[in-house]
């Protein structure tokens, strides 16, 4: 552990170190160069693979697809700059920019469209978004079989991509703009294969900026994209993304001013940082939540999950472990999510509704029916019960978390290990099932409660306890295909009842985003989906 713990501080110095004379190399070039850490290795920074919040910081510098978010959370012409449906809801059509050109100077065409898109819903791609995003788009069910011409997508020219849906949709515009539908070139990923994303030469990108380095577990460089359609209004030559594991480390490179955003804090210095210009506290539409394995017993028991769900006093982690920054959370979808009527808020209408699910006030009361819950399922005090593992990383308060969970379980007689894996394993091993329970979460990619509701549904690529109700799967395609608004948000707030009453999973809390930025740097925002935009940003002296 010694050893390890030197090479760990090697390496971060030796990062530390490249920094400082890589600011040399930048006066004298007089390149403007922003150094920002939004989280460790990511899994990956294929737009298709990708399912995570710091992968699509990353993405949604390299990429941009057919429409975007401004940054007062609009949506806005991207590489279309004209879009219209049919009077039936059913056929969109995007006409694209003129000269759209790739990063290495190849002409950009909707036919690329078509291949990213038909890549989204392939078998062999196995992205986790595929069914999510385009299981309303004509053809699916052929396409996802491997039938990809089936898809409902088509370029009848250079600069025109329409997409032909089975029901109208109410959000495909906020689809049309997320990170996962971007196009990618077919040419150099056909010829790079699966590491095609990890490497300069091959990491052929259409937005603000195209790799220029990629070192696993240091650093990915992006620079300025000259191709870019909007590449004027781009104002750093580079972006260095440090990928830092250990939230000390990016705190000591944040004050010795080697980086000027950093996503990870450490949680014990979060006390004297409250009041510090440079330290930010911001809602983001998300909930924290630990996932079941419901494919392994006894996981697969309703009333054991339940029991499992009601030991945790949410209270306590969101005020106490959380140090506030947190909100206890009393249903799976939480604050700042919208609903039917404009202005109103899908989580007031549940509690108005069905009221709260967790009464974050009693855990006295939710521990004895937890209890009582474990009993009825054949495990009375733990007995029987089987030892059983929780997945996490070791970031913010996940290490926290995990043992404050693990001391509440041992109060119904359970004996809980935590696995402590680094980030890129944790998403891999959840994705494949190689888990009992784990941490999960999730940040919206666009402001409908589907977005968080249908991660459960049986064949939601994101579903990784692999939970299954035909009661629920029923009523999230009634909320795809109804056109009635108000029926929509109807069948989700019924929905997402199911899934708390059958304990799919078990919410803690509702998130907020904590960072720290230097006050000279300008002109960048933080949306609510987790993201920042720092393509426009400057650093004053």
Not at 152 to 167: C, E, H, R, W, Y
Not at 178 to 189: D, G, R, S
Not at 478 to 497: I, N, R
Request: include cysteine.
């Amino acid at each position: 552990m010694k050893k390890l713990a030197l090479l760990v501080s090697a390496l971060a110095l030796s990062g530390v170190l490249f920094s400082c004379n890589e600011k040399k190399e930048q006066a004298a070039s007089n390149e403007s160069v922003l150094h920002i850490q939004v989280g460790p290795s990511p899994e990956t920074i294929d737009p298709a693979l990708n399912s995570a919040v710091d992968g699509a910081n990353m993405i949604i510098h390299a990429f941009e697809g057919l429409l975007k978010f401004d940054r007062d959370n609009n949506i806005v012409a991207a590489l279309a700059d004209k879009w219209e449906q049919s009077e039936d809801g059913l056929t969109w059509t995007f006409h694209l920019r003129d000269g759209l050109k790739w990063s290495d100077g190849s002409p950009l065409t909707a036919e690329d469209f078509v291949y990213s898109w038909r890549r989204v819903v392939d078998p062999m791609t196995a992205a986790p978004y595929g069914y999510d995003l385009m299981n309303i788009v004509v053809g699916y069910e052929e396409a996802s079989k491997g039938d990809l011409e089936k898809l409902g997508v088509s370029a009848p020219d250079a600069q025109t991509f329409v997409i032909k849906l089975v029901n109208p949709c109410v959000y495909f515009d906020k689809i049309a703009a997320f990170a996962t539908l971007v196009p990618v070139q077919k040419k150099t990923i056909e010829a790079a294969g699966d590491g095609w994303a990890t490497k300069p030469e091959s990491y052929v990108t259409d937005g603000p900026y195209y790799m220029t380095e990629f070192t696993d577990g240091a650093q990915i460089v992006f620079s300025k994209n000259p191709y870019y359609w909007d590449a004027a209004n781009i104002t750093f030559d580079k972006i260095v993304w440090h990928l830092i594991e250990d939230a000390n480390t990016s705190f000591t490179a944040y004050n010795q001013d080697e980086i000027q955003l950093i996503k990870d804090v450490p949680t014990e210095e979060i006390p004297s940082l409250r009041g510090n210009p440079e330290f930010f506290v911001e809602p983001i539409m998300g909930t924290y939540y630990v996932t079941f394995n419901v494919q392994k017993k006894p996981f697969d028991d309703p009333r054991v999950r339940q029991a499992l769900s009601l030991a945790i006093d949410r209270k306590h982690v969101a005020t106490t472990i959380m140090q506030s920054t947190y909100a206890p959370a009393k249903n799976f979808v939480g604050p700042g999510i919208s609903d039917a009527t404009p202005g109103s808020s899908f989580e007031d209408v549940t509690r108005q509704k069905y009221g709260d699910k967790f009464n974050i006030d009693d855990y006295a009361s939710d521990l004895a029916k937890a209890k009582a819950l474990l009993a009825e399922a054949g495990y009375p005090n733990g007995e029987g019960f089987p030892t059983f593992e929780y997945l996490t990383n070791d970031a913010l308060y996940h290490k926290a978390v995990a043992e404050y969970l693990q001391a509440a379980w041992r109060e119904l007689g359970l004996t809980m290990n935590v696995n402590i894996q680094e980030w890129k394993t944790v998403t891999a091993d959840r994705r494949s099932g190689n888990f009992d329970t784990a941490r999960n979460g999730w940040v919206y990619d666009w402001d409908d409660p589907s977005n968080m509701i249908n991660l459960l549904e049986t064949n939601n690529g994101n579903n990784d306890g692999k939970y299954s109700s035909a009661e629920f799967d029923s009523l999230v395609s009634l909320a795809k295909s109804t056109t009635d608004v108000a029926k929509h948000y109807d069948y989700l707030h019924q929905a997402e009842q199911v899934l708390l009453n059958d304990s799919a999973m078990a919410p803690i809390a509702y998130y907020n985003e904590i960072w720290m930025q230097k006050t000279n740097l300008k002109n960048t925002w933080h949306s609510p989906y987790g993201y920042w935009y720092v393509m426009y940003g400057r650093l004053e002296k």
